[in-house]
């Protein structure tokens, strides 16, 4: 079969298994986007197994699913409402271009980026206020200036001098234990999504011999390290590359030069693979190798054709990781809704809808500070360093340090950074979770304090409009417009003997976030 044959069969199993439903309003639609490489594979892969995909999703549900998955916040009510009104066939591409250049899309990404890369301040990692507050800052800077993702890691892997003064040699000391080891594991996990205690001994010894020649020495300034090249080694040294390929490295030149070359070749068998399934499992909740942090022989992708695509485009975009986020965020398999319309148990793993998964901690947190009142709980340290200072309004996304939290980033999973693994951030609702954000009286107090109810009370009732009150308070907390049977259900509320339009709107502000469509992107 050709492939314009083979893509006019899978546009036609897809369109007409959308004509042929019903929409669940108003979270679906039957309008399917353009057809792109990442369609073809997943849909062509789902007609073979019999699977259905799910419709598309509305533009309500891909308003606020995008702005959650790719600057970690809430669209404003004006901003899901000029969205909901545009007409243009092209919104949601120009959507997703013009997430890019919001400052919040560097303040979540380096959130990300910070999990992935151990930065802490305290045990286990003990990397110490400064070095956090300048590592932080130049992740946040890569990721704003787009530094292409070679470019990333082979500054990570190469860079000597002071903790303090040159951030991203950072990166080993943002690891437990100093040893070869260590350091070989904690490369192979963060930059080939492997996991080295499970590697054959000859070969784990053979990548360990690269980081052999990486020395640690104090200064006289408190908790600064110098990490250097040790100058001590008078022999040639023996490595070899996990792929098998033996190499001699002279005396006095430094391994990791060595092996930050092969890792960031475009033939790399790890590097760009392990970046875009990565990437991949950040959009669609799952890696194409699942875990995303956890490649081996024996675990395959489920779509080995997606995988080799996305990483050709990877290394032939000259590794721009905003390209890869484009290619998956305008698929229609990223945009389809999180209705399965398949009973078939492998539908989540092979992508046939979206998977609906509870907000990060710091993102629920953000998101109830902005639609409540702004005063901010505190922040906590450990150890309470005279520089470790907090503006009121600063966001948990913001927060270097994983060291520095509170008691509800603890309670919904914020991720310790302990080890550099995926699965350290907990994204799972629980009974104290649920009990917290129905009794709280932290909770309540920001809602009933809510300048943002307050301006739309006022406003419904300068334009004599009561109805409004139901649409701003939807789309401040939902980003959508209430259903007919919502409107009613909420209207007789509002209208019953003896309410109070004030406490109606901090009631039905209440009820809405602790919906499980607020907590969950989907």
């Known amino acids: 079969m050709t492939f314009q044959r083979l893509a ?24 399917l986007g353009p057809m792109t490489p990442i369609d ?11 699977i259905s995909p799910a419709m598309p999703c509305s533009d309500a549900v891909f308003v606020r699913r995008v702005y959650l998955d790719m600057i970690g916040t809430l669209p404003t009510p004006e901003e899901a409402r000029a969205f909901l009104g545009d007409r243009r066939d ?22 990300k980026w910070c999990d992935i890369l151990r930065v802490k301040s305290e045990y286990p990692i003990n990397l110490w206020p400064n070095a956090v507050q300048a590592y932080h800052r130049w992740i946040r800077d890569a990721v704003a200036r787009n530094m292409p993702y070679d470019r990333f890691a082979r500054e990570m892997l190469t860079s000597s001098g002071s903790n303090f003064r040159v951030p991203p040699v950072n990166f080993y000391r943002a690891i437990q234990g100093r040893s070869p080891s260590a350091i070989a594991g904690a490369v192979a996990l963060t930059f080939m999504g492997s996991r080295f205690e499970r590697w054959p001994a000859g070969q784990r010894k053979g990548f360990e011999a690269f980081f052999t020649r990486v020395g640690y020495k104090a200064t006289q300034e408190w908790k600064e390290e110098i990490v250097y090249l040790n100058p001590a080694s008078s022999q040639t040294l023996q490595a070899t590359f996990p792929d098998g390929k033996a190499v001699t490295i002279p005396v006095g030149e ?4 060595v092996v930050a070359d092969w890792l960031i070749q475009p033939d790399n068998p790890w590097f760009a693979k392990a970046i875009v399934n990565r990437v991949w499992s950040w959009f669609m909740g799952r890696g194409i190798i699942h875990e995303a942090d956890d490649i081996r022989p024996d675990n395959p992708a489920m779509y080995p054709e997606l995988l080799d695509y996305l990483a050709k485009e990877l290394v032939a975009s000259h590794y721009d990781l905003r390209h890869i986020y484009r290619l998956i965020l305008n698929s229609n398999v990223y945009q389809q809704s999180s209705i399965p319309r398949s009973n078939d148990p492998s539908a989540e793993m092979l992508f ?19 639609i409540g009142a702004e005063n901010r709980d505190e922040y906590v340290s ?5 520089y470790s200072y907090f503006p009121s309004r600063m966001k948990a996304v913001q927060i270097a340090d994983a060291s520095v939290s509170n008691a509800f980033l603890d309670l919904f999973g914020r991720s310790p950074r302990d080890t550099g693994l995926e699965s350290e951030r907990n994204t799972q609702i629980s009974d104290a979770q649920r009990l917290k954000l129905i009794n709280s009286s932290q909770v309540q107090s920001k809602i009933e304090q809510s300048p943002r109810l307050r301006h739309i009370l006022q406003n419904a009732r300068i334009n004599q409009n009561r109805g409004a009150v139901l649409d701003e308070i939807y789309l401040l907390i939902l980003s959508r417009y209430p259903t007919d049977q919502e409107r009613a259900v909420a209207g007789q509320y509002f209208t019953k003997p003896g309410s109070n339009p004030r406490q109606g709107a901090a009631d039905l502000a209440w009820a809405l976030i602790n919906s499980k469509e607020f907590l969950n992107r989907h």
């Open 90 to 111: 092209n919104k949601r591409a120009l959507l997703i271009d013009s997430l890019f250049s919001r400052t919040e899309f560097a303040d979540y990404w380096a959130m």
């Open 40 to 50: 073809r594979i997943v849909f062509d892969g789902l007609r073979q197994r019999g």
């Open 254 to 257: 430094d391994p990791r030069f």
């Open 8 to 31: 006019l069969g899978i546009v036609f199993f897809a369109v007409a298994g959308f004509l042929c439903a019903q929409p669940v309003s108003p979270f679906e639609t039957q309008r």
């Open 382 to 386: 450990p150890i309470p360093e005279p």
């Open 352 to 370: 046939a809808y979206y998977p609906t998964r509870r907000l990060q901690a710091e993102v629920i947190f953000d998101a109830i500070n902005w």
